[in-house]
């Protein structure tokens, strides 16, 4: 049986460049063919045999467009470590985390990704390396964790497996602001890793381990061979990539 999910679709604040370039209120509500991007998103949760699907978010038309495609709603919080961490607390775990710009998810990564899990794992997160992503999708521009065993990119989906994931969520709320600086994240763990990594020497399942331990779980990370999976829209060209890819399987089909 697949666990719940829920999809992150709410405001940072502010203007959103991609919503901005695409003309309309809410990045979740681009149209991508006949389906806005969050009802693909809903599609292929419910595809990949996910039964109850939630989705945070705070503005009306993202919320009246989850529900009428049959999730459940959620409030929004301020970002997505604690949108996520108070999901975690209404749905329970084990629980499915994904984003409403994740357009182009398919249900076989889903699937995958939950069944390949290892046992006994706490939190468990999706990536994909970089040759996979630029075999994939090539002219996607993608930021890359550097670690001793290769480059890699997240995959938007992370699996809450048991209710000790809470101390990894409030984890993560303390270094979301370091996302983009994977050298700020490692420094957490203290000097000798940090030096490893620095050196070229520290492996990104070596790394995750270590910050599952620093919250008091097991953290693991599960690889996907497709690296379209680590595809989102976070920028106006990441949409311009979405709607020549999909264009281009329509074509094909």
Aim: with cysteine; proline share 5%; aromatic share 4%.
């Amino acid at each position: 049986m697949m666990p719940a999910a829920v999809v992150l679709a709410g405001s940072r604040g502010g203007t959103d460049p991609v919503a901005q370039y695409a003309g309309i209120s809410d990045k979740a509500l681009i149209e991508l063919g006949s389906e806005t991007m969050l009802a693909r998103v809903l599609r292929a949760l419910r595809d990949a045999g996910v039964a109850d699907v939630a989705v945070a978010a705070n503005a009306p038309a993202v919320a009246e467009e989850a529900q009428r495609h049959g999730a459940r709603m959620l409030p929004a919080a301020a970002g997505p470590s604690a949108s996520t961490a108070e999901a975690l607390a209404a749905l329970g775990a084990p629980l499915l985390v994904t984003t409403g710009d994740h357009a182009l998810l398919r249900p076989e990564w889903v699937r995958s990704f939950v069944a390949d899990v290892p046992a006994g794992t706490d939190v468990a997160v999706l990536l994909a390396r970089q040759e996979s992503v630029e075999r994939a999708a090539p002219g996607s521009r993608r930021t890359y964790l550097r670690f001793a065993d290769g480059h890699w990119s997240g995959c938007n989906l992370f699996l809450l497996a048991t209710p000790q994931a809470e101390a990894a969520v409030r984890l993560w709320q303390a270094v979301e602001r370091d996302r983009k600086r994977p050298w700020r994240i490692v420094g957490r763990l203290g000097p000798g890793l940090l030096l490893r990594y620095l050196m070229g020497r520290l492996s990104l399942s070596d790394a995750i381990a270590a910050l599952g331990r620093r919250a008091g779980v097991v953290a693991a990370v599960v690889e996907c061979r497709d690296g379209l999976a680590a595809v989102d829209v976070d920028k106006p060209s990441d949409l311009d990539f979405v709607r020549d890819h999909l264009g281009k399987t329509t074509a094909r089909a």
